[in-house]
């Protein structure tokens, strides 16, 4: 296993991207590393940011799904956008070269301000986009696809189409497996997955204390 590390690092605080399949537990993993002090950006909360009333990106999802993803106090609605969008590999495409873009700027902007000992940024697209470069650690997600469409199914109320559909969509475990640094199995109890996020978050403060190299000399120090 391990990421990709970066060839360039412009950036001064220790990054760990958060990835994982839908419904394996990034946003509860998330919140116990927030709860340790860690700040934690999060793509998906960037994401509602770019489209919300009276911004370019909605702007944008409008004239490219139409005015029916629009609820009917003017925002987006989620449910409608994704059922549209994950229909077909282009409509999805279309969706993410709108998306992406704004969500990355965004991103930088948090992670410049953030401080922290390292920073958490959960990325659930993090393989599928190629963000190794922009993160120091990749720790994945990990839960059974039985385990995600359970999830899925009474977190979401999705069918068990819907749930086949959204798992198709993204990069396959053994892909997102590969390319992680570290993996946490999310299927036992909660005090079993505090544990381990304390663990990890010891790790990745011993990790941002030692020196890293800077911007434009190369890959930095973390093995």
């Not at 399949?21 to 946003?27: E, L, Q, V, Y």
Request: aromatic residues 4%; charged residues 25%.
């Amino acid at each position: 296993m391990g990421s990709t590390r970066p060839e360039f690092r412009d950036w001064s605080v220790f990054r760990v991207g958060l990835t994982g399949g839908i419904a394996s537990g990034k946003s509860t993993v998330a919140s116990l590393f927030g709860a340790l002090g860690v700040p934690v950006i999060d793509t998906d909360l960037i994401a509602r940011e770019v489209v919300a009333p009276g911004t370019p990106g909605l702007t944008a999802v409008v004239g490219a799904f139409g005015p029916d993803v629009l609820q009917a106090d003017g925002t987006l609605d989620r449910r409608r956008l994704r059922d549209l969008a994950f229909a077909t590999a282009e409509r999805r495409q279309r969706l993410e070269a709108i998306l992406h873009p704004r969500i990355r700027e965004r991103l930088e902007v948090l992670c410049a301000t953030s401080g922290g000992p390292y920073q958490v940024l959960v990325i659930p697209l993090l393989v599928e986009v190629a963000l190794e470069a922009r993160v120091d650690r990749v720790l994945v997600v990990d839960c059974s696809e039985s385990v995600q469409r359970a999830r899925l199914r009474v977190r979401d109320g999705e069918s068990a189409a819907g749930a086949d559909r959204l798992l198709a969509a993204q990069a396959n475990r053994a892909a997102r497996l590969s390319r992680g640094d570290d993996v946490l199995v999310n299927e036992g109890t909660r005090d079993e997955l505090h544990r381990r996020v304390q663990e990890l978050h010891g790790n990745y403060l011993n990790f941002a204390a030692r020196p890293q190299r800077g911007s434009g000399s190369g890959v930095q120090d973390v093995e």
